[in-house]
């Protein structure tokens, strides 16, 4: 073994075993992109609380301090006699054509303060909506608003763990490639070390050690890439985890398909989120132009204020109090409305349209990977046959070149054969799972249920066909 060879495979040390279930729930948690995600959705959440507000009463207070240049006051009489003052007299304040001169004199007479040195104000006013219609279809829009981010979230959160289910079952794959990198390896310098001794012995020629030891030469390049491939798809896996790419994968189980695959397009409509999202967003729509229609009708709004001033003013009172009910009715906005109408009108044509481009995408994608899976379980039952075949084939000739009857390129040609086969049967058993997973998530049923953020289920099953590598 070249010392390069003997570095790259010491670099790798046994972690610990990770399963599929514990990669998808621990992306469940940890990826960053799905982190993200569920940080929107928290902002749309505040959406309806916002919409509620609108029809909450809202209280507000305020106070001012002003400092006047000058102080205004008026003298202003408070309570009034009618006196007899003797003589006629024509002054003001006199009855007139009272032989008696009688005259009304004040009992007191107050200054009056219109305008303080310093004005101290404050108030504390309510406003509450009755009657306003939009607001009813805004409050309906916004929980839908909610619940369509929502959606969109699952769909996003299917997505990543689609990607990570992906990257999982191709590290695999490259683990049980390397594994029959590794045993070609083994057979090679086996081969090689047998060789010598031959030629030593003087049964084979310098050519056949020479072409023992290019065969280990390749092997050895060979298993070097393996590694490196299978590195490679452990840090892209751990970065889609977020965790410290030095652990091992444990052989991942077969996808579970319905036992029956009959009406699995009509299960992928009521299932997949993005399809329920398209329906969401369609009653969203129509609610939206409901609000255009409600905006014709009046408003209805209460208010009150308690009022708070150092200066009495006319009334002599520092506190006062209103309550006032309005009422607004637009009769023309110079047509503002029915171009709103018309637009909502087009989005809620649009949005029909989107729903029914996404039952029919469903459709189509339950269809082809149906076809799919089909065609790639084929292949991997006939990928397992040629494995067999080639298993046999290399033992039968190894018998022959130990009996003498075989030659050397015989027995590297079914070597190669049978490790070709071993890599071939790898990559089409990777491409039956991924295509069970297409179809998974194509119907609705890809992550399974139980999975949640909090908990991890370790994979109890044994190994299958479709997840062992085949010695």
């Known amino acids: 073994m070249t010392p390069l060879l003997a570095l790259a495979l010491a670099v790798t040390a046994a972690g610990p075993v990770l399963t599929l279930d514990e990669a998808l729930a621990e992306a469940d948690r940890k990826n960053l992109d799905l982190r993200a995600a569920r940080a929107r959705l928290q902002q749309a959440e505040e959406t309806s609380r916002k919409a509620w507000a609108g029809y909450l009463p809202t209280i507000t207070a305020n106070a001012s301090y002003t400092r006047n240049q000058a102080e205004a006051r008026i003298p202003f009489p408070v309570g009034s006699n009618i006196r007899d003052v003797g003589a006629p007299t024509s002054e003001p304040g006199t009855l007139p054509g009272n032989p008696t001169n009688l005259q009304v004199v004040p009992d007191e007479v107050l200054d009056i303060t219109i305008q303080p040195f310093n004005a101290l104000n404050a108030q504390v006013e309510l406003r509450q909506a009755l009657l306003v219609p939009t607001l009813w279809a805004a409050i309906k829009a916004a929980t839908q608003a909610e619940r369509l981010s929502q959606l969109s979230t699952e ?79 452990k840090l892209a896996l751990a970065t889609l985890l977020q965790r410290d790419p030095n652990f091992e994968l444990a052989p991942p189980p077969e996808p579970a398909l319905p036992a029956s695959q009959e009406g699995l397009a009509e299960t992928a409509i009521e299932q997949r989120p993005d399809v329920a999202a398209a329906r969401e967003g369609e009653a969203l729509a129509n609610t939206n132009r409901r609000g255009v229609w409600l905006s014709f009708l009046p408003t209805l709004g209460l208010s009150a204020a308690y009022r708070w001033s150092n200066a009495g003013g006319f009334t002599g009172q520092n506190t006062t109090w209103l309550v006032s009910l309005g009422a607004s009715w637009t009769i023309w906005d110079g047509g503002l409305r029915e171009a709103n109408l018309r637009e909502q009108s087009a989005r809620v044509a649009e949005a029909e349209a989107q729903r029914l481009a996404a039952e029919a995408r469903t459709r189509e994608e339950v269809a082809r990977y149906q076809l799919e899976l089909e065609s790639a379980l084929a292949n991997r039952a006939k990928a397992q046959e040629a494995v067999s075949l080639a298993r046999e084939s290399q033992r039968l000739t190894d018998l ?72």
């Open 155 to 233: 769909v996003q959160r299917r997505e990543i763990l689609f990607v990570v289910a992906q990257a999982y079952y191709g590290a695999a794959a490259s683990q049980a490639a390397l594994t029959a990198q590794q045993r070609l390896l083994e057979l090679n310098q086996a081969r090689e070390k047998d060789t010598v001794a031959r030629f030593e012995a003087g049964t084979v020629t310098r050519v056949a050690v020479l072409r023992a030891q290019l065969d280990r030469t390749r092997a050895e390049q060979d298993l070097l890439r393996s590694r490196n491939a299978l590195s490679a798809a």
């Open 400 to 471: 022959s070149f130990r009996a003498g009857v075989a030659t050397y390129l015989e027995v590297a040609d079914t070597n190669t054969a049978l490790t070709s086969a071993e890599v071939g049967f790898v990559a089409e058993r990777l491409s039956a799972a991924l295509s069970a997973l297409r179809l998974l998530k194509a119907v609705g049923a890809f992550p399974p249920p139980r999975l949640a953020a909090e908990e991890s289920a370790p994979s109890s099953s044994g190994s299958s066909p479709a997840s062992q590598p085949s010695h």
